[in-house]
Structures are given as structure tokens and as C-alpha cells.
């Protein structure tokens, strides 16, 4: 089946280490983005990338590192930078340019420092 | 880019019709208005997507009047399995950026 796949589903973290969230689409999308949600929150834009060996930040980024070597992949490596990480990690496509907006999403992960 | 602002929440019973609207003034000559629904800890998925007037598809019908600074999603006859939040998400490739932003959000409670 097509769709994105997002692992780890949880993680914890001790302060100071830096974790790397995986997330891999076989939709054949241009377009990768990564989301933050807080509790009880809306969903914040971190990096997004619209072709392979390209990427942009997004509003919060800081603290944040992404890659985009192959088209199916958009993984985000969450640095000791990021003051607050906890949070719950969600990636997303889309064809990319046609029709904004028409995004697929994961199904999340969700980061804990302890 | 358009920024979008929606209710906070909403209260509802089963089998009623519920009506969201979200403010997008400066929407662009090429913008999509798209929403999407969210439950807790699942990503968002897409429910609906329209440029102009009136589009419907098996979930929900997306109303956009002529000057398309707001639209208005419209679930009919709900169920308990509504309760979800709901965004709306304003783009199109005039911004050639794809840089998506979400708002906030209208969370739906629908009561037995």
C-alpha cells in the first residue's frame, strides 16, 4: 500500500542527545514537510523540502536538521540545540506545486526527553 | 501567505448538521482551500479541497462564497466519531514555496 511511514512511533531521550526521526514515502511526492504539535496545539511547520537535495526552514527550525538525499525520504534530527523536544513529530507529503494543500500525513511520532 | 482564522471549538449532538468557517482574507488569486480532520495522536487526514462555490464528496460539502475570504465546511447529520479537530489550510503553487502553514484548529464535540 502507498502511504508514509514514520518510525519510531515513540522515543524517549535523555537531555543533550540528538535523535534522528525517520520518515519514508512511496507515494512518489515532491514535497516532504515536518510538523510539531504540542498538546492541545495546532500543528507548527519546521523544515519542508519540494525536490531532492533541497530544503527550507519553516517557522520553528531552530534546534532542527533535515536532509532530503533520495525522494522518498525527508528524515529530522532533532539536535541538544532544541530546548523543549518533547513533542509529538508528524511528516508529511504532497504532490507538490499542482494543488496546495492536498497533504498526506503519518502517523506520528512521539519524541520524550526524560 | 493567508493566514487562516477558525473557532476554537464547537459543540454539537449526533445527527445534527455542523457548519465550521474559517477566515482567510488575503487569499491568493491561486489559492486551494483545504480541510482536514485529526484525532488525537493520529496524523491529519484530508477531507475536503475546493477553489470556488461549492464542492461535496461522500464525507462533507466545502461552501466558498464569490469573493473566497472565507469558506465554511459542513458536516451533515454527525456522529460521536466526528469529535476530531478540524483545520483548514489555505495554498496553491502561486507561492511556489509549498510552505504549508496550519491554524490553530476548531475542535468538535459532538454529545450523544
Known amino acids: 500500500d502507498g502511504g508514509i511511514t514514520q518510525s519510531p512511533k515513540y522515543l524517549f531521550r535523555k537531555e543533550g542527545q540528538n535523535v534522528t526521526l525517520s520518515c519514508e514515502q512511496n507515494?512518489?511526492?515532491?514535497?516532504m514537510y515536518w510538523y510539531r504539535q504540542d498538546p492541545g496545539q495546532g500543528l507548527r511547520l519546521i523544515y519542508y523540502s519540494q525536490i531532492v537535495n533541497d530544503f527550507q526552514k519553516g517557522d520553528i527550525a531552530e534546534g532542527y536538521s533535515v536532509s532530503r538525499e533520495k525522494k522518498e525520504s525527508f528524515p529530522l534530527t532533532v539536535t541538544s540545540a532544541q530546548k523543549n523536544p518533547t513533542a509529538f513529530y508528524l511528516c508529511?507529503?504532497?504532490?507538490?506545486?499542482?494543488?496546495?494543500?492536498?497533504?498526506?500525513f503519518g502517523e506520528g511520532s512521539r519524541l520524550t526527553v526524560l | 501567505l493567508a493566514k487562516t482564522t477558525q473557532p476554537i471549538s464547537m459543540d454539537s449532538y449526533e445527527g445534527q448538521e455542523v457548519n465550521i468557517t474559517c477566515s482567510h482574507n488575503?487569499?491568493?488569486?491561486?489559492?486551494?482551500i483545504t480541510w482536514y480532520q485529526q484525532f488525537p495522536s493520529q496524523g491529519p487526514r484530508f477531507i475536503i479541497q475546493g477553489y470556488k462555490t461549492k464542492v461535496t464528496n461522500e464525507v462533507a460539502s466545502l461552501f466558498i462564497p464569490a469573493d473566497r475570504k472565507s469558506s465554511t465546511l459542513s458536516l451533515p447529520r454527525v456522529s460521536l466519531s466526528d469529535t476530531a479537530v478540524y483545520y483548514c489550510?489555505?495554498?496553491?503553487?502561486?507561492?511556489?514555496?509549498?510552505?504549508?502553514?496550519f491554524g490553530t484548529g476548531t475542535r468538535l464535540q459532538v454529545f450523544p
Open positions: 507515494l512518489n511526492h515532491d514535497a
Open positions: 489550510l489555505v495554498g496553491g503553487p502561486l507561492h511556489n514555496t509549498d510552505k504549508l502553514i
Open positions: 508529511a507529503s504532497s504532490i507538490g506545486g499542482k494543488k496546495g494543500g492536498e497533504l498526506f
Open positions: 488575503n487569499i491568493a488569486t491561486n489559492d486551494y
